[in-house]
């Protein structure tokens, strides 16, 4: 029997994975779709203390993030670079308030610091945001943090998983929990929904990692479970490099909403974002609400000298946080503020909340706590030192290959053997064919989305040259797969039908 069976593939479920597998426990991870598809490849791409958290007080949270941003970029570091922020000063107060609280962030982080925050002049900072609105400008506050790839590195976390034993499923959906004679969780029911067969399988201890969808599995064993969840929405736009040139990130700590909003950098263009609206249900493929848009154009307006318009989003998307409520019973076990390990009657185990720079530390706890539950034999944990698949320091030489690490040499070797696969699949995107083939040689993608989204990120950066890349796509992967004209067909439909939902 195995000892883990994790149910969800994002960066909570595949973490726990990587966790349990290295420590020595056998792990069976299933993912209904595919690895990230749910919130995992919807975030602002931010590896991060969370500057709000301080804002609240809360320095205990924010100094376990700095420290996970820390590890994370050790070992990780083909996929988490340092990125320099900008708080743009427009009243007079602005700049030592905020020059003191980021002083604060920077110290926190100890011998995680990733450089040092500073004032600015009015000329620094438009040196470094050319596109920020001069009208009333002071000045700004410079501080660093970090910035991910979201779903490439959830890709290297499955390679590492699987490198250290585990066995991950994609398209394999949980459709019930088995439990013993005690009454006790002891497995799961299943559908590989490309074959349509069902799937059994046993363990120790079961753990529900399905972020906003949390909830219904919990409902799998305890019809009655008292929902923990309130899905929230986050909506991001995404636009030309013009609007953010150069390196700079802008953080804005308080729109009239009073959230924290970001214009960054990412793969050549620009990301803003994001909002938070309340809503009944999670679904799988969110799309951003029209008011999500406008609020996030609008605060965009107020901060950028050329202002972006409707016409110039290249991309949206939604993600949902799967926010926990508080005081949800007397066995909600909080380990931190930030995300919440919940142990039902039946012993099913649920790890939500917290955010992707956590996600190592979150695991750690939740495999401590799941070693216990199931008295497995113990073990340490072993993740802050285990570097991440593909792991390499130096990666300036790639070019837009750098965010395979130590991959990369073996794309090119795909090119070397067949010249045609070197040809870009877009001009308006850095994608070759090789990509496609190495996503489904050795990266588990089965559709055109999984390229398109996931192992490549042309969905989230220009959703109409992403369309127009499908049918080539389809093509290189049908050969690659065996896959006749007709799944071809099918799948370019399918992938326009989702990628509609991010364009406006
Ligand atoms: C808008 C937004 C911006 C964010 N930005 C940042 C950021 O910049 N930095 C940061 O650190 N964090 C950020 N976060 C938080 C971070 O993205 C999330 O905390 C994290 O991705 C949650 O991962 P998860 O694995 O718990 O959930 P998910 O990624 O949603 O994964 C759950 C998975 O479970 C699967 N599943 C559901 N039901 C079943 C079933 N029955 N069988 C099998 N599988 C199932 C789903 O398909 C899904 O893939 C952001 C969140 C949002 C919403």
Redesign the pocket.
Known sequence: MRDFIV???????VGVAVDAASRGYRVLL????DF?????S???????GGVRYLEQGNISLVMEALKERGLLRQNAPHLVSDLAFVVPSYAWWEAPFYGIGLKLYQALSGKYGFGKSQLLSKKQTLQHLPNIETEGLRGGVMYYDGQFDDTRLLINMVATAAEQGATLLNY???TSLTRNKQGWVDGVVATDLESGKTLRAKAKVVTN?????CDS?RQFAEPQAKPMIAPSQ?A?LVFDRSFLPGDTAIMVPHTSDGRVMFAIPWHGHTLV??TDTPIQKPS?EPVPMEQEIEFILSTAALYLHKKPTRADILSAFA????LVKSGDGANTAALSRDHTIHIDQSGLLTI?G????TYRNMAEDCVNQAATLAHLDEKPCVTRDLPIHGSLRKTARLGSLAVYGADATKIQRLIETDRALAAPLHPALPYCGAEVVWAVREEMARTVEDVLARRTRALFLNARAAIEMAPRVAELMARELKCDLAWQQREVARFEDVANGYCV
């Open positions: 149910i969800g593939g994002g960066a909570t479920g299933l993912e209904q779709d990230g598809k749910g919130t995992s919807r975030s602002t791409k931010l590896v991060h394999a959906k949980v990692a399905t972020g906003a969808f599995v986050g991001h974002g994001t799988l993600g949902i946080r799967p939500t917290g955010k992707w720079t």
